[in-house]
């Protein structure tokens, strides 16, 4: 099945930094998505980005197919920003996503 | 509108009973979902349903049976609890729009213990 590798595991901000979250997948995909956890354990789903960027207040997200990754951009984070964030892309054998270990991302006030 | 709604929350059991747990939706989606996350890691999938009357194994279904009579309903059921078995679950359902996968709404997750 496809393999789903994020990087880094940890990050620690300081509140209004930016950050980079990346996501590399092993096979082509036509589905990517982004989910964020937060330290509640609720998951919530925050891209549905096959290809190209797009954008929702603060985060956006790019996914560059032909190259099989996807990058999360978070601008001047908060402390409600902290949390696990995830990247899924679809089984090649089944009809079900599959997930990446996560980005745990705490944001320090 | 209640979306995905996962019961009991927390549950400690024994080695060796056994247990059910509940997922319903009320989206009419066609495709359900149980994930198991293990402390520090992502969640894998243990067993999935197209639809009502179809499901199919994912990644680590080992020790777990499902059924799907309803498109609601889409419960996970242990036997034989073990220790191993220690994990929260989720179940989540979405609905296919071209893609497949798309839109996956969670439940709340249901925190299980083994002792």
């Known amino acids: 099945g496809i393999q789903v590798e994020q990087s880094p595991p940890d990050l620690i901000l300081q509140e209004g930094a930016n950050s980079t979250l990346r996501c590399n997948f092993s096979?082509?995909?036509?589905?990517l998505q982004w989910f964020h956890q937060n330290p509640w354990g609720q998951l919530i789903n925050l891209f549905y980005?096959?290809?190209g960027t797009k954008q929702n207040g603060r985060l956006s997200a790019t996914t560059v197919a032909t190259e099989r990754y996807s990058l999360l951009y978070i601008s001047s984070s908060q402390t409600t920003d902290s949390g696990v964030y995830f990247c899924?892309?679809?089984?090649?054998?089944?009809?079900?996503?599959?997930f990446g270990s996560g980005t745990r991302l705490q944001v320090q006030p | 509108n209640a979306g995905v709604t996962q019961t009991p929350k927390f549950r400690i059991l024994k080695i060796g009973q056994s247990m059910t747990l509940q997922c319903a939706q009320d989206m009419n989606h066609n495709y359900m979902y149980w994930y198991r996350q293990d402390p520090g890691m992502g969640l894998k999938l243990i067993y999935y349903s197209v639809g009502a009357g179809i499901t199919d194994k994912g990644e680590v279904p080992n020790g777990y049976n499902v059924s799907r009579s309803t498109t609601e309903d889409f419960p996970l059921r242990l036997e034989l609890a073990a220790p191993s078995q220690t994990s929260v679950y989720f179940c989540a359902s979405s609905w296919v729009v071209g893609n497949p996968n798309y839109g996956y709404t969670f439940g709340s997750g249901t925190r299980l213990t083994v002792v």
């Open positions: 899924a892309a679809p089984d090649t054998g089944r009809r079900a996503l599959t």
């Open positions: 980005i096959p290809s």
């Open positions: 096979d082509s995909v036509n589905n």
